[in-house]
């Protein structure tokens, strides 16, 4: 365990948390840009350059912006009066922590038996575009039809109905 | 602990304070970014069990991470878009004041 993995660990779960327990709802979306930044500097310290980079562009770049743009449309940047957590907060926080301790035994149970220190993996930007075009073709195509469909789809969604027209 | 088991760890914390801030917060859009949490969580689980698997030059986990973002991104569009309408139906994105199904 390097020092750089503790250090990118403590950011990404210290953005998390912060993403979820902050008042204001515009800093929660900024502590969650801080949550990916930390995620894609892991993925990169795991010599997987070409889905770090994928996830700062996907989710910094894009993601994150839309999360700003949906709390100034629906003006969520007020804090509620009846406070941000919902009633039923105790009973959400006990599964949560009740997941935790299901994953985190599992993953200690198991830690013996997981491979040790691997040689880091060469992998070229190439490859994954031949994988991509190749063995991973199906998946492709099926992504492609869904984007497409998801962004007609929230197009449509969102698209402002005048009321004479209904 | 082995750095595979390290970063399990890191990606079950996450997973839970994405779940956590999914079922405690009352603003939709809160809830929605618990959910990218959570997604976000199982594709760093998916990339470390690539980097330290048997067979990394296969690209197995790497490509499925990246599908992943790829559907995650979908999600995004389409739920901002739904709290975007509800919000201009209901005038709210208070979770607790919508109990009801009818328009």
Redesign the interface.
């Known amino acids: 365990?390097?020092f750089v993995?503790y250090i990118l660990?403590a950011l990404?779960?210290a953005g998390?948390?912060a993403?979820?327990l902050l008042k204001n709802?515009v800093h929660?979306?900024l502590a969650?840009t801080v949550?990916?930044a930390g995620?894609a500097l892991?993925?990169l310290e795991?010599?997987?350059q070409?889905?770090g980079f994928?996830?700062i562009l996907?989710?910094i770049g894009?993601?994150a912006i839309?999360?700003v743009?949906?709390?100034l449309?629906?003006?969520?940047s007020e804090t509620?009066t009846?406070?941000?957590?919902?009633?039923?907060?105790p009973?959400?926080?006990m599964?949560?922590?009740a997941?935790?301790a299901v994953?985190?035994w599992a993953?200690?149970q198991?830690?013996p038996m997981?491979?040790?220190?691997?040689p880091a993996?060469v992998?070229t930007v190439q490859?994954?575009g031949q994988?991509?075009v190749g063995r991973?073709v199906l998946?492709l195509e099926i992504?492609a039809v869904?984007?497409t469909a998801?962004?007609i789809?929230?197009?449509i969604?969102?698209i402002?109905e005048k009321e004479e027209k209904r | 602990m082995t750095p595979l088991s390290g970063y399990l760890l890191v990606a079950a914390l996450l997973f839970s304070i994405g779940l956590a801030g999914a079922l405690t917060r009352r603003n939709a859009i809160l809830v929605l970014i618990g959910i990218e949490l959570m997604l976000n969580a199982a594709n760093l689980n998916l990339i470390a069990f690539w980097r330290y698997g048997p067979h990394p030059e296969l690209l197995t986990g790497m490509m499925f991470a990246i599908f992943s973002i790829a559907v995650a991104a979908a999600e995004a569009a389409v739920g901002l878009g739904l709290v975007i309408q509800i919000h201009r139906h209901a005038k709210t994105t208070d979770l607790d004041a919508m109990n009801r199904m009818k328009g």
């Open positions: 365990m390097s993995f660990a990404t779960v998390g948390l993403a979820i709802t929660c979306a969650l949550a990916f995620l892991l993925f795991l010599d997987a070409f889905a994928a996830q996907v989710y894009a993601v839309l999360v743009f949906a709390i449309l629906t003006k969520g509620p009846g406070g941000v957590f919902s009633k039923l907060w009973v959400g926080l599964i949560a922590a997941v935790f994953l985190g993953v200690l198991t830690a997981l491979p040790k220190a691997a993996p992998v490859q994954i994988a991509l991973y998946p992504i869904l984007l998801a962004m789809g929230a197009v969604i969102a402002h």
